[in-house]
């Protein structure tokens, strides 16, 4: 499950203001001037605990010559075909254009959810006249917002966020391992060992041991207090035998 959202529109249109308004933060360049977001943004935001990502794209123009225009089209389909949501945002302020009119043929073949969004919609005028956009033949609700001051983003986000289902103990990859496959118990045969203890004060009992015995030594010293405590040692019952 990825929750992808992707904001597209021709130059110009508020699509990095949006942007940088969902992920909290001015991550994406606002200019006036178009052609300053030329590669796919990428943030992180979240609504009523759903988290998805977003994607800034650069303006699409249609048939354009310009090598940078080519590649911001480029960029723009492969968000397109990255997303699970889309915002084709327009300019309320301007009206329809004839880059929205040729965007919106495009995006009229994609099966996936496509929210038209008017921006620069601050007053009750421009809401009114911002119902002209639904000539693009855009079939879903006009959603009216300004993304310099936020308003109308969180109904907007209320209906993206309805395709993203919340992830289950199914689809969660830290979901519980099926059981391991119990494996037959291998018993050892352990043969009788004899024990030996050696305590004593200062006769140096860590080193009066024969070499067959499995043991770490410890180093003797003059001091009286190096031994502390009782050492058992385990030796074969052959003497000198190694095992």
């Not at 605990?49 to 249609?62: L, P, R």
């Not at 919340?166 to 391992?177: A, Q």
Request: hydrophobic share 35%.
């Amino acid at each position: 499950m990825s929750n992808i959202v992707a904001i597209v529109g021709r130059p110009n249109v508020g699509k990095s203001t949006l942007f940088n308004r969902l992920i909290g933060t001015r991550k994406a360049i606002v200019n006036e001037e178009s052609g300053v977001t030329r590669d796919r943004n990428y943030g992180k935001s979240h609504w009523n605990g759903k988290e998805f990502s977003v994607i800034d794209t650069g303006g699409y123009v249609c048939n354009s010559d310009d090598i940078f225009e080519e590649e911001i089209n480029k960029q723009v389909l492969l968000a397109l075909d990255e997303a699970d949501v889309i915002l084709f945002m327009v300019d309320a302020e301007i009206g329809v254009t004839d880059l929205d009119q040729n965007f919106a043929r495009l995006l009229r073949n994609i099966e996936k959810p496509i929210y038209l969004v008017a921006n620069k919609v601050d007053n009750l005028d421009r809401m009114y006249e911002a119902q002209e956009f639904y000539r693009l033949g855009i079939k879903s609700d006009l959603f009216c917002i300004s993304s310099v001051s936020g308003s109308g983003t969180g109904d907007l986000l209320d209906q993206v966020i309805s395709h993203f289902r919340e992830e289950t103990v199914e689809d969660s990859p830290l979901r519980t391992p099926m059981a391991p496959t119990k494996q037959p118990t291998r018993v050892r045969t352990i043969p009788p060992r004899k024990t030996a203890a050696t305590v004593g004060q200062n006769p140096s009992p860590s080193a009066i041991c024969p070499p067959s015995v499995k043991a770490v030594r410890q180093k003797p010293t003059p001091s009286h207090t190096n031994t502390w405590d009782f050492q058992v040692f385990f030796f074969s019952s052959g003497t000198g035998q190694n095992s």
